[in-house]
T-cell receptor, first 117, second 115 residues
Framework: AQKITQTQPGMFVQEKEAVTLDCTYD???????LFWYKQPSSGEMIFLIY??????QNATEGRYSLNFQKARKSANLVISASQLGDSAMYFC??????????????FGKGTKLSVKP | DTGVSQNPRHKITKRGQNVTFRCDPI?????LYWYRQTLGQGPEFLTY????????KSRLLSDRFSAERPKGSFSTLEIQRTEQGDSAMYLC?????????????FGSGTRLTVV
């Protein structure tokens, strides 16, 4: 069964420092996509970054980068220079690219990030 | 385009009542998804449509739940005979079924409380 595991229920980081949020995944598919979303208290899921399973380079989007280690099945999110506005829930998600469930996102339980001033 | 719109934002209902939620996707998106998120959990897939066809339903979607997407535009999710366990945030997302991996856009959700 496909599964996303986020082992850190909560994390604290000092403003302006970098933080890594862990994500491991389980799938037997060869082709899949990995996503990170941010969910502030307002409830909306905000897309942050995407990594395809065949992408050789780690994805980067501004202050976000994804540390993709395919052999270890991990896709950690690194946020550099944390800001107070980064305080939110962060979800790792996976999407199979083939088969009947293509297009559906499978989410982890999330990590609550708190940025301290 | 104003993004994915969900109404109402909040709904409080008594156990046993029926409720209906609406989702208006981004107009050019042909796929529409419903997810349910309970407290402390990540969203769980319920069902999705491509245009007006409902292509997949999760086993989480009991017989009390029904979703429609007439004419491939907006969608409604109805819960009949609500139970306290139905209390959750119901999220809608839309995307273009193609090669764009960034295509999922989520709405702000409808928070349902069953008392």
């Amino acid at each position: 069964a496909q599964k996303i595991t986020q082992t850190q229920p909560g994390m604290f980081v000092q403003e302006k420092e970098a933080v890594t949020l862990d994500c491991t995944y389980d799938t037997s598919d060869q082709s899949y996509g990995l996503f990170w979303y941010k969910q502030p208290s307002s409830g909306e899921m905000i897309f942050l970054i995407y990594q395809g399973s065949y992408d050789e380079q780690n994805a980067t989007e501004g202050r976000y980068s994804l540390n993709f280690q395919k052999a270890r099945k991990s896709a950690n999110l690194v946020i550099s220079a944390s800001q107070l506005g980064d305080s939110a829930m962060y979800f790792c998600a996976m999407r199979p690219n083939y088969g009947g469930s293509q297009g559906n996102l499978i989410f982890g339980k999330g990590t609550k990030l708190s940025v301290k001033p | 385009d104003t993004g994915v719109s969900q109404n109402p934002r909040h709904k409080i209902t008594k156990r046993g009542q029926n409720v209906t939620f609406r989702c208006d996707p981004i107009s050019e998106h042909n796929r529409l998804y419903w997810y349910r998120q309970t407290l402390g959990q990540g969203p769980e897939f319920l069902t999705y449509f491509q245009n007006e066809a409902q292509l997949e339903k999760s086993r989480l979607l009991s017989d009390r739940f029904s979703a429609e997407r007439p004419k491939g535009s907006f969608s409604t999710l109805e819960i009949q005979r609500t139970e306290q366990g139905d209390s959750a945030m119901y999220l809608c997302a839309s995307s273009w079924a193609g090669t764009d991996p960034y295509g999922y856009t989520f709405g702000s959700g409808t928070r349902l409380t069953v008392v």
